[in-house]
């Protein structure tokens, strides 16, 4: 059951009645109202709008206790282990062929782009890389379910946002090895990608930054009267950062329609979920910012995909935020500077490999007989082909002059950038062998 849990805002129809025509349960915090039956003063005496909200008197003296585990927010999920649906599951936005087989493409590409340049960094090729192993369906998921108009700020493991978007295999080749076809011109970290056609804004490292922009961003569409959705990716670690909670209090405030996706997958790199944080998860933190909560496994392809068609219907409609938390696994390390495996179990590792989310959702499009074990054979070996012809194309593309280092910022140089220009090509031409292989002064 797909369940939208917190505090709804009222803005003309009633929040409840535009949840209701669609279909979806709510629980709401319910406003302070005296008992039936209850005198004026009595109501008077028992309640009492503060500057800062409302509340209810009581004359018992109680600590409120942390919500137990059978309170906490319930996990949706629309396919089984196996891939089939499970009978009875709400399911208010059913996939289509061509979307599913677009949708296991797209994952297909992501995993074996995955593979290959991680093994590209391994043998030198490029500096650093990042895969999204074992999230393949939240970030394809959520990515179906978004409009192409909406705008996305991610964290560094949601690059299949982008190839969902029409981003190749070629162009992520270029960014990570930093080419002349590369759009940030090599000034940037491997996996930092980022697109202004594809409404995709540019990766950075520090966790959680993208967070107030995402809400920046959100609230600058509703001045405009865009009826366009922000979409904020991040990872439960960088839910510990000041950032998180700047947004979401920015966004509930000042009624941004932006999408929170919290991807848990369990660990911040070598840090345990359990050492992060109590309570319950990140989604149990919405409701204590008013902002309408919701949970599904990330494993779910279709879960993921429902999820966020009711999230973003819900954040256009109120024009207001939404805070969405799918439940993952980080199948990979961290990144090709970590080694998981010095502080995970091998036997947790290989349990979570078993669950991948790609065979999963093979299963639901072989339940559907949209998709066979040949076809899937015959589709992984094409991608495989696609993905090394890019490497290797890439690889073979000369590198921005180091001229370029200078532009981009200013419209006319200014002094001091003169001088450190006119100092970088003084000592080049002094020492020509500090100049990498393929890379020229101008």
């Not at 849990?5 to 629980?27: C, N």
């Not at 919290?262 to 989604?283: F, H, K, L, M, V």
Request: charged residues 20%; contains cysteine; aromatic residues 8%.
């Amino acid at each position: 059951m797909l369940r939208l849990v917190g505090k709804l805002p009222l803005q003309g129809r009633s929040a409840l009645s535009l949840l209701a025509s669609r279909g979806l349960k709510t629980s709401v915090a319910s406003p302070c109202a005296a008992p039936a039956g209850a005198s004026a003063s009595a109501s008077a005496a028992e309640f009492l709008d503060y500057p800062g909200g409302r509340v209810q008197f009581t004359p018992s003296l109680t600590v409120q206790q942390p919500a137990a585990q059978s309170e906490s927010i319930p996990c949706y999920r629309v396919l089984d282990g196996q891939g089939v649906e499970i009978p009875g599951a709400e399911v208010a936005h059913a996939l289509d062929k061509d979307t599913s087989i677009k949708m296991y493409h797209t994952m297909l590409t992501l995993q074996t782009v995955d593979t290959l340049f991680y093994e590209a960094q391994r043998q030198g090729r490029f500096s650093f890389y990042m895969t999204s192993t074992g999230e393949e369906a939240t970030v394809i998921g959520a990515a179906a379910a978004l409009s192409p108009e909406d705008i996305v700020f991610t964290q560094y493991r949601e690059q299949g946002v982008l190839m969902w978007r029409g981003f190749t295999p070629r162009q992520m080749a270029d960014q990570c090895y930093g080419n002349v076809n590369d759009v940030g011109k090599g000034r940037q970290m491997p996996v930092h990608y980022g697109s202004r056609d594809l409404k995709f804004h540019t990766v950075s490292s520090p966790l959680g930054t993208q967070l107030p922009h995402a809400v920046g961003a959100a609230y600058a569409a509703r001045l405009q009267g865009k009826n366009v959705l922000t979409a904020a990716f991040f990872g439960e670690g960088a839910a510990s950062e000041g950032d998180f909670h700047a947004a979401l209090n920015f966004a509930a405030t000042l009624r941004a329609p932006v999408l929170f996706l919290c991807r848990n997958n369990g660990w911040a790199i070598s840090t345990p979920a359990s050492e992060q944080y109590r309570g319950d998860g990140i989604a149990g933190r919405g409701r204590a910012y008013g902002i309408p909560t919701l949970r599904c496994d990330g494993g779910d392809a279709l879960a993921v995909f429902n999820a966020v068609k009711a999230a973003r219907e819900r954040s256009l409609e109120m024009q207001g935020p939404v805070l969405l938390e799918a439940m993952s696994y980080r199948s990979g390390h961290h990144s090709t500077s970590d080694d998981s495996s010095r502080y995970r179990a091998a036997d947790e590792m290989k349990a979570w490999r078993q669950r991948d989310a790609v065979t999963r959702f093979e299963g639901f499009l072989a339940s559907k007989g949209w998709f066979d074990a040949e076809e899937t054979a015959a589709l992984r070996k094409s991608i495989r082909k696609e993905v090394i012809k890019a490497l290797e194309e890439a690889a073979k593309t000369p590198k921005p002059p180091v001229s370029e280092l200078f532009t981009d910022v200013y419209d006319k140089l200014p002094a001091h950038l003169l001088q450190q220009q006119e100092e970088v090509a003084a000592f080049l031409k002094l020492y020509p062998e500090a100049l990498p292989p393929g890379v020229k002064l101008q």
